[in-house]
């Protein structure tokens, strides 16, 4: 895997959890489920990406 892919994987990752982490902090009742959807589709995105370099 190229350095390029995995910096791409982290930020994306970080930006998910850097953006989940501040809204629940504003806003302690919204609901999750929506931020588990986007995480979800981003690793899924992520495996997928994997599979077409390996």
């Known amino acids: 895997m190229s350095k390029d892919f995995v910096r791409h994987f982290l930020t994306g990752f970080f ?8 809204t629940i902090r504003k806003k ?4 999750l489920s929506e931020y ?7 690793i899924n995105s992520t495996f997928q990406e994997i ?3 390996i």
């Not at 930006?15 to 501040?22: A, D, L, N």
């Not at 302690?28 to 609901?31: L, M, N, S, W």
């Not at 588990?36 to 981003?42: D, S």
């Open 15 to 22: 930006s998910i959890f850097k953006i989940s982490k501040t």
């Open 36 to 42: 588990f959807v986007k995480i979800e589709k981003y």
């Open 28 to 31: 302690p009742e919204t609901d």
């Open 51 to 53: 599979k077409k370099r």
